[in-house]
T-cell receptor, first 109, second 114 residues
Framework: QKEVEQDPGPLSVPEGAIVSLNCTYS??????FMWYRQYSRKGPELLMY????GNKEDGRFTAQVDKSSKYISLFIRDSQPSDSATYLC?????????FGAGTTVTVRA | DSGVTQTPKHLITATGQRVTLRCSPR?????VYWYQQSLDQGLQFLIQ???????AKGNILERFSAQQFPDLHSELNLSSLELGDSALYFC?????????????FGPGTRLLVL
């Protein structure tokens, strides 16, 4: 069993839709929960992160963590074609990021 | 642009050969990380250096090695290359290692082993 499970999709939505992405993890030592966005042929870039359980909002993006169920979510509101990318969850313990497989999202204009 | 640079962008070589990938971290960042991204394994942590010293090892093969130089740039050496080593290799850097410290990723080196 992988340490972080993420449905690779792909996910295709119309512009303006809400995109819902999620991961599950097995290591209870994870304390920071990152979401990275990776455009085709580019390096991953950090979107946002949360510490421990709870919600965090940044513009159109909301990250949620439920440590009791080991479940991580990212919501994108009012999705735009420019949001088309691969989204990777990456829980962190100490120095180490453990990446999910990434979900490829396409937002159709 | 993350501020992390990697060279070369693309590398095509043959099985059994040895290659060196180079990474320059963001100005002020002391920590460098190497990752391998392949279609079947996803993004895998290989190794981390902090201020010239190896700090942590992940899923790095014995045929692979890395070092960080006094000017903080890092090199990843891949030897006795196999077809399965074909992947994207990313370098990331951060100012520290713990907590919510952000790792900034470079554009990657795409390695193709024929």
């Amino acid at each position: 069993q992988k340490e972080v499970e993420q449905d690779p999709g792909p996910l295709s939505v119309p512009e303006g839709a809400i995109v819902s992405l999620n991961c599950t993890y097995s290591n209870s030592a994870f304390q920071y929960f990152m979401w990275y966005r990776q455009y085709s042929r580019k390096g991953p870039e950090l979107l946002m992160y949360t510490y421990s359980s709870g919600n965090k909002e940044d513009g159109r993006f909301t990250a949620q963590v439920d440590k009791s169920s080991k479940y991580i979510s990212l919501f994108i509101r009012d999705s735009q074609p420019s949001d088309s990318a691969t989204y990777l969850c990456a829980p962190k313990h100490d120095y180490k990021l453990s990446f999910g497989a990434g979900t490829t999202v396409t937002v159709r204009a | 642009d993350s501020g992390v640079t990697q060279t070369p962008k693309h590398l095509i070589t043959a099985t059994g050969q040895r290659v060196t990938l180079r990474c320059s971290p963001r100005s002020g960042d002391l920590s460098v990380y190497w990752y391998q991204q392949s279609l079947d394994q996803g993004l895998q942590f290989l190794i981390q250096y902090y201020n010239g010293e190896e700090r942590a090892k992940g899923n790095i093969l014995e045929r692979f090695s890395a070092q960080q130089f006094p000017d903080l740039h890092s090199e990843l050496n891949l030897s006795s290359l196999e077809l399965g080593d074909s992947a994207l290799y990313f370098c990331a850097s951060s100012v520290a290692t713990s907590g919510g410290t952000t790792q900034y990723f470079g554009p990657g080196t795409r390695l193709l082993v024929l």
